[in-house]
């Protein structure tokens, strides 16, 4: 080092950062006190307008009329009603006392069944 450092050198050093230092602290203050001292306004309004109604357009997409499969519904609560009813039965399910009526639904013969053979496990369908 061609300048020996001594006391002098470090108390001008440390006031030099000292003062870099609060400038920096001050340009920071006064960028916050310029940031807060923009107004802000809020407007809020609540207005209700009669509106024109929309046109509609109804477009029936149903594959099944309702008229047509009526029956099959009407057979259907049937059914689950019949189910439901010996599902929550009290008691032994076998007894003759508690037997539901036979069901004679024409919905019960186009529901599709899987049957499976239990004797022939290669081919259980």
Not at 11 to 38: H, K
Not at 62 to 70: A, D, G, I, L
Request: with cysteine.
């Amino acid at each position: 080092r061609i300048i020996k450092e001594g006391p002098k050198k470090k108390l001008i050093w440390f006031f030099l950062t000292l003062l870099f230092a609060s400038l920096v602290f001050w340009q920071w203050g006064i960028l916050i006190n310029t940031y807060l001292s923009y107004n802000v306004t809020s407007s809020l309004s609540i207005g209700f307008k009669t509106m024109k109604f929309p046109a509609v357009t109804v477009c029936n997409a149903n594959p099944f009329k309702y008229s047509k499969v009526k029956h099959l519904l009407n057979e259907l609560d049937r059914l689950i009603e019949a189910a439901l009813e010996r599902i929550l039965q009290p008691g032994p399910w076998n007894s003759s006392e508690n037997a539901s009526p036979p069901l004679d639904l024409e919905l019960w013969h186009q529901i599709p069944l899987v049957l499976i053979d239990e004797h022939d496990k290669n081919n259980p369908i």
